[in-house]
């Protein structure tokens, strides 16, 4: 789920990034075992409870759910057909009250907060030549260019409708992954003309 | 807003220095398959603003990506303030800024403190140093509501607001423009540019926004590959006016037989 950073401070704003994400972990390990319905309930309860008190604007992100919706409907159907209602409650109201949570940290922590924080957990891969520098720019460039993409369809689909009646349903995913590729090349191009991935410590010494 | 604009050029021009005062480009060639782009091609750029004019295919958007090192000449030298291109290029980013047509090309990061801050660790900060530093300086233009929003949230002249300011907080002795004004509004495109002439000594834009243009020093009307004019906008541009149109008149109209 790329869920978008909300710009509006809240309480929720103002914590740590490390510190949010310690409550995440902290709270899904101890939700994983528990089966009662009723304490799950209250889980979800106090999450959502969590985004009221950021504001309503915050509890409307609640919508960013919706794509998720279908998987949701599958694995409780299986859990239907596999066990019981009871069961697909459970596995439901666990899944729910995790991916909203979560959602809540990325919706409440700015992505250079989250990388700063993430970074220690990183560093094991450093002789493997994975820096966080090039891991953060990483993650940078998908939470921004996922809006951009996003604009890109439609101002494909736009420009279908203008000239058909027909939906363009699979028609235009070549012309879309075309310009997502020539997107990559600028951008790269962008990225190039103000010094590239590289840390410029040692490369420029301007005196 | 102007106003405090030009109060910025007095703390601008006490940055460090690279060796030379000098822009050139000596005989440089430019291929691309098995077309030439730059066909031997010298220049020397020393005015405060110059403009690019010329067809599509020119050679114009390679003419500025040679002086940024986003492209190495196959024969010749460019040399930007002292540095060669093919041997110093790593100095050039901060030297020789670009921004380009489209925003959303060059909007790396999410928000716009983010944006901005990345230049400054380009310039070797740390990542507190740069935060706090991009921080300053939106707030020296007055900008720091800006800081935390969302960059896919802001107005087109916003977003090439947000590139200038991302390439300005670098210093570079030079702009490098890659007719960053196409889908901004007339008051957008002279205040953009008037913050970029006091805040650079030198700007070198390819345009076809002529009126703009004819405040500029120096126009460079770049023809296959070669300079075909250069001079005074009051020489160049009128030129270049006439030629387009006489070439309109000269060629059958799109869609009509010959």
């Known amino acids: 789920m790329i869920a978008l950073y909300v710009d509006r401070q809240s309480w929720m704003h103002r914590l740590s990034a490390g510190s949010k994400l310690l409550v995440l972990c902290v709270s899904s390990m101890l939700m994983?075992?528990?089966d009662s319905l009723p304490v799950l309930s209250a889980f979800l309860l106090c999450v959502l409870a969590l985004y009221l008190s950021a504001g309503r604007e915050m509890f409307a992100r609640i919508a960013l759910l919706r794509p998720v919706l279908p998987f949701l409907a599958?694995?409780?159907?299986?859990?239907?057909?596999a066990g019981s209602y009871a069961q697909a409650g459970q596995v439901l109201i666990r899944l729910i009250a995790m991916l909203l949570l979560a959602n809540l940290v990325t919706l409440t922590t700015r992505m250079r907060d989250m990388m700063t924080a993430m970074t220690p957990l990183f560093r094991p891969l450093a002789p493997l030549g994975l820096s966080p520098r090039r891991l953060s720019l990483a993650v940078a460039l998908m939470v921004r260019f996922a809006p951009v993409l996003l604009a890109t369809m439609e101002a494909l689909t736009e420009s279908w409708r203008a000239r058909s009646s027909r939906n363009p349903r699979w028609r235009l995913l070549a012309p879309f992954t075309l310009q997502a590729l020539r997107m990559a090349e600028t951008v790269g191009e962008a990225l190039q003309a103000r010094g590239g991935v590289a840390v410029a410590r040692e490369r420029v010494s301007r005196s | 807003m102007l106003a405090w604009l030009r109060k910025k050029t007095a703390a601008a021009s006490a940055k460090p220095i690279a060796q030379t005062d000098?822009?050139?480009l000596s005989e440089v060639t430019v291929d691309r398959g098995e077309r030439t782009v730059l066909d031997g091609i010298s220049l020397s750029l020393n005015e405060r603003s110059?403009?690019?004019?010329?067809d599509n295919g020119a050679g114009k958007s390679t003419l500025l990506k040679l002086l940024n090192g986003l492209l190495l000449p196959d024969a010749g030298t460019v040399n930007v303030f002292g540095?060669?291109?093919?041997q110093h290029g790593q100095f050039l980013p901060a030297l020789a800024g670009f921004i380009f047509q489209n925003p959303d090309h060059q909007l790396i990061f999410p928000t716009v403190a983010e944006e901005l801050a990345f230049g400054l660790?380009?310039?070797?900060?740390?990542a507190e140093e740069a935060e706090t530093g991009a921080r300053a300086f939106l707030r020296q233009y007055r900008v720091e509501a800006l800081a935390d929003k969302p960059v896919h949230c802001l107005s087109e002249g916003q977003k090439q607001f947000v590139c200038v300011l991302s390439v300005l907080i670098m210093r570079p002795r030079l702009l490098l423009l890659d007719e960053p004004f196409s889908s901004l509004d007339l008051t957008t495109r002279h205040r953009l540019l008037g913050l970029m002439q006091t805040q650079a000594e030198r700007v070198l834009m390819v345009s076809h926004d002529l009126e703009l243009l004819a405040g500029f020093e120096r126009v460079i009307w770049l023809r296959d590959g070669g300079v075909h004019r250069d001079g005074v906008p009051a020489e160049v541009l009128p030129a270049y006016r006439a030629d387009a149109m006489a070439r309109l008149h000269a060629e059958p109209a799109w869609g009509t037989e010959q």
């Open chain 1, 32 to 34: 994983l075992p528990v």
């Open chain 1, 74 to 81: 599958i694995i409780g159907l299986l859990h239907v057909l």
């Open chain 2, 22 to 24: 000098a822009v050139t």
């Open chain 2, 50 to 54: 110059i403009g690019l004019v010329g």
């Open chain 2, 83 to 86: 540095h060669d291109t093919r």
């Open chain 2, 121 to 126: 660790e380009q310039l070797g900060q740390s």
